[in-house]
Structure formats: structure tokens, C-alpha cells
């Protein structure tokens, strides 16, 4: 089976990345461990994804976006950040610039469905589904992926976009570097007293972190950050034992909270492969940065990323250079590095920094909270990192 590019993972940034190609006349195939059903109409994870205004854009192009229901869309109006047991909250908001809401919330899942049903019209594209890969080589004349079947692919340039602990990333031999957080992430929706007025929270309290993300009406998304062994013990209560646990740990701040959904638990743990791109091969996603969801940039930098090297492929096919020219693979990989790079760093460090419960650490960025909402200019470029609201109108 022949085809010029074989994309390993039909999440969002394989399926994004698909499309991105439409109409380019190359030929793809898309390799998916999950049976086809589960593209087609996934289940609900719990992942509420704050996109931000490139990334609107973006699916937008894509034709994705018109497939996403509008009930299903949430407004962001402001951010808040608090810190302990202060009552002090640095706010963040659209300051009046005529861009709308901070962002959007949308389920990950509906996203998922939406690129899914985009890429199941495209003739150029082949999805394999309920299959793995079970080796991948690529040298200056080309590339075979094999199949867990037996099933050889030939193809000039092999994708990666199977998750943080990518597989095909490793058989490639690209080394990645792990920040394990020890923690583990639970999400959920909950409906709640009183109204959140679209404001979106992430509260380092100490021995937890408790993110609340406002959706449609008064439910919200909760994500509660805590060590496995705690988490294991939440997840073991059921009915009105957790709903009382849940809002005793977010101080009733929104009254009385109650599980609307399934729960659903992640590891955290931040991913960056060394190298973004080799012979014929490159990687996006979360295979190449696999973000903290501490700064909600994760979908966002993958959704950018698929489109920066989408754009490189098109620029090298027209000018006759091919699918795998290695001069755009690293214009892709430094486009990529330089966005992804110091977003992934800072976000670790925010993380590491907000949950140290020293008592040193906590006089420290209680100050730092303070701080930065009297410098407007700092606030401003948080904003603009927020929505990616200057990059979308230059997209």
C-alpha cells in the first residue's frame, strides 16, 4: 500500500493535521489503534479544552468548526488565579479590546468527533483503524511502517501523533525528556448553586489544586490535582459522599456541587522529544510536546503545530522540493521549538512553584500574585499568550 504520508494517530492533531492537507492531491494514510466506531462517535473524557482565538481559526478553516454544536460552546470571560487560603484572586480579562471572551470551552471529545467527520470526507485520505504499528523505517529513499498484521505502508514522509508516550517517537530512536509531577488529575462536571458569571479558576490550594472551567448554565468542569494515593481514595466514594467531598475542597465557594458526568482520572506528566523531526519523519502533538494542563496550552500548541508543518509540506510540494524536503522539516521544527519551548518550560515551573506547600514557597507566590496585578503591561501579555488573539487575526 503506497501513499506519499502515513500519520500514526487519528487524535486531534493526527486528525488536524489531515486535514490540513485537503486538497494538497497527496495521498494519506492514517493509522489508529482504536476501531473506527470510537472515532466516529467518541465518548466523553472529561476534557473540557479552553481554545483559544488562533485555534478557533484554525478548525475554522478546517471546516470543524461548524460541526461543533453551539450549546456545546462556552464563553470564557475572565481568568483567576488564587493562591492558599487568601481570598486574593490576580484576574484576567479581554480589558475591553473588542476581541470578545478570553476564549472558548468545547469537550474534547466533540472536537475529536468534529475533525473526525472533516477527515472521513477527504478521498485522499485512508483511515486504518483498530490496528498498531509494529516497526518504522525511513532512510533517503523512503519509508515503511508495518502493521501489527503484517501490512506494509510505503510512504515519503511517516508522521507521529500517537500521545505523549508515543511509541512510534521511540522506535525512531528520539529521546524526549519527562517531568513526572507525581500527581494525579481528575476531571469531571459538576452542577453547582450558585452562578460562575464565565469565570474560570485555578485555585493552588495547599495539598491540592482545584481548576473550576465554566460551561453552559451552572455547570462547570472540575479538574482536582491531588497524589495518586489521595485521588484513589476520592475516586472510591460514590453518590452524595463525593459530591459533599468535592464541595467541601473547593470551600462551597460555588455552593453545592454535584457529579453530572462520568469521572475520569490522568497522570500528569510533561513531555518534550529532543527533536522534533528526522529522515522523513516527523512528529506533532502531543508526541512532540505533551504539556501540563496548568496553562490550558496543550490542544492549542499541538492544533498550531499540526498547521505549521501542514504549511511547510504544501510550500515544498509546490516548488517541486517533495513531501519530505529536509529544509522545510527544519523550518517546521524551529517554528516549533521556538513556540513550544519556553511555553513548556515556564509552564513547569509555574507548576512546580504553585504546589510547593513550603512555607517559604507560599509567602512567595502569594507576593507574586500580588505583583502581577499591579503590572498592567504583565497582565496584557498574559492576555495575548491567553487567546493567541493577535496571531489568529494575522492567520
Known amino acids: 500500500m503506497q501513499f506519499d504520508i502515513v500519520v500514526v494517530g487519528a487524535g486531534p492533531a493526527g ?19 482504536q476501531p473506527e466506531p470510537a472515532l466516529a462517535d467518541p465518548a ?60 472558548v470551552l468545547v469537550p474534547n471529545h466533540l472536537i475529536r468527533r468534529s475533525l473526525y467527520e472533516v477527515v472521513q470526507g477527504l478521498p485522499e485520505v485512508t483511515l486504518l483503524a483498530g490496528t498498531t504499528v509494529a516497526a518504522v523505517q525511513t532512510s533517503a529513499s523512503g519509508a515503511t511502517v508495518e502493521l501489527a498484521d503484517g501490512t506494509k505502508l510505503s510512504a515519503q514522509l511517516v508522521v507521529a501523533a500517537d500521545t505523549r508516550f508515543s ?32 469565570i474560570a479558576t485555578e485555585w493552588f490550594g495547599y495539598g491540592q489544586t482545584f481548576a473550576i472551567l465554566p460551561l453552559n448554565g451552572d455547570v462547570s468542569g472540575a479538574v482536582l490535582t491531588l497524589p495518586a494515593r489521595e485521588m484513589d481514595q476520592v475516586m472510591a466514594l460514590e453518590g452524595a459522599e463525593f459530591d459533599a467531598d468535592i464541595t467541601r475542597r473547593y470551600r462551597n465557594r460555588l455552593g453545592a456541587m454535584r457529579l453530572v458526568s462520568t469521572r475520569h482520572v490522568y497522570p500528569l506528566v510533561g513531555v518534550f522529544a ?34 505549521s508543518l501542514a504549511r511547510e509540506i504544501r510550500d515544498a510540494v509546490e516548488r517541486g522540493r517533495g513531501v519530505a524536503d529536509r529544509r522545510a522539516l527544519a523550518r517546521y521544527q524551529t517554528d516549533h521549538m521556538r513556540a513550544s519551548r519556553p511555553l513548556y518550560l515556564a509552564t513547569n515551573a509555574t507548576a512546580l512553584f ?42
Open 15 to 33: 486528525l488536524a493535521f489531515a486535514a490540513s492537507l485537503a486538497g494538497s492531491g497527496l495521498r494519506l494514510a492514517l493509522v489508529e489503534k
Open 44 to 103: 466523553f473524557d472529561g476534557r473540557e479544552i479552553a481554545l483559544t482565538h488562533l485555534s478557533m481559526t484554525l478548525l475554522r478553516r478546517l471546516g470543524a468548526w461548524e460541526r461543533i454544536p453551539e450549546a456545546d460552546i462556552a464563553p470564557l470571560r475572565e481568568a483567576q488565579v488564587l493562591n492558599g487560603v487568601s481570598s486574593f484572586a490576580l484576574r484576567f480579562d479581554a480589558e475591553g479590546k473588542g476581541d470578545g471572551p478570553l476564549g
Open 167 to 198: 511509541e512510534t517517537r521511540r522506535r525512531m530512536g528520539i529521546p524526549a525528556t519527562m517531568q513526572d509531577f507525581g500527581k494525579s488529575m481528575l476531571v469531571c462536571r459538576v452542577a453547582h448553586e450558585r452562578p460562575h458569571h464565565g
Open 274 to 307: 529532543q527533536r522534533f523531526v528526522a529522515t522523513r519523519f516527523a512528529l506533532v502533538g502531543d508526541a512532540a510536546v505533551g504539556m501540563h494542563p496548568v496553562t490550558a496550552h496543550g490542544f492549542n500548541l499541538g492544533l498550531r503545530g499540526a498547521d
Open 354 to 395: 504553585y504546589t510547593d506547600d513550603r512555607f517559604p514557597a507560599r509567602v512567595l507566590r502569594a507576593a507574586a500574585l500580588r505583583v502581577g496585578s499591579r503590572l498592567a503591561p504583565f497582565r496584557r501579555a498574559v492576555v495575548e499568550r491567553l487567546t493567541e488573539a493577535g496571531a489568529a487575526r494575522d492567520a
